[in-house]
């Protein structure tokens, strides 16, 4: 088979956001006088996208109005702590010198999405960018898999999806894709097991020369 296109989760696979998601959480747990809620570690609470991240943290206390409270935090000041992971700029560098078609599929709100990858500068690197409220049903379907493939023009068989969590593993072979953990990340799998399971970003390349990709 060749691979033609890769899709990347975003959080806990091209760049660690947990610390300033953290923040953003903190912040808004303050507003609504919530702030001893905050849970130690953020990092088992981050891939479904904001609502499931307060309906984790706030359980029965959780209202829809605090999504937006969140949302509002996190566009003033998205980029305080995040940073794409070593070695993610210049794997997907080399990926676009090949000629692969790139794009992100994240459960991260769009606008989100976009901002932060264009302020860490790799914004340019993508040839699409999907977020959880870009499509009518997010990760762990396969809808928002299939459609990304569906504006790249791309079909399932030819791509690679890469991601951190149980849900981008369970979304690419529900989709047809081949699926590959990126063991950086937050980890969480339980039963799924992808194709592959990289180590670190570079990986990725040796997968690629292994299998021929366009």
Known sequence: MRIKVILFDLDGTLIDSAEDIGLILRKTLKDIGLEELHPGDIRKYIGGGVKSLLEKV??????????????????????????????VPEV?????????????????????SREILNRLELLDYFDFVAG????????????????????LGEKPEDSLIVGDTEADIVAGKSAGTKTALASWGYVRLNSEKPDFVFKKPAEILSVLDSLGSS
């Open 92 to 112: 997907l560098r080399d990926l676009k010198s090949k000629g692969l078609k790139l794009a992100v599929v994240s459960n991260k709100l769009e606008e989100l």
């Open 58 to 87: 706030l359980g029965d206390k959780f209202k829809e109005e605090y999504v937006e409270l969140f949302r509002k935090h996190y566009l003033s000041n998205p980029v305080i702590y995040t940073k794409p992971y070593e070695g």
């Open 132 to 151: 959880g409220d870009t499509f009518s049903e997010k990760k762990p379907s396969p809808l928002p898999v299939l459609k990304s493939l569906e504006v």
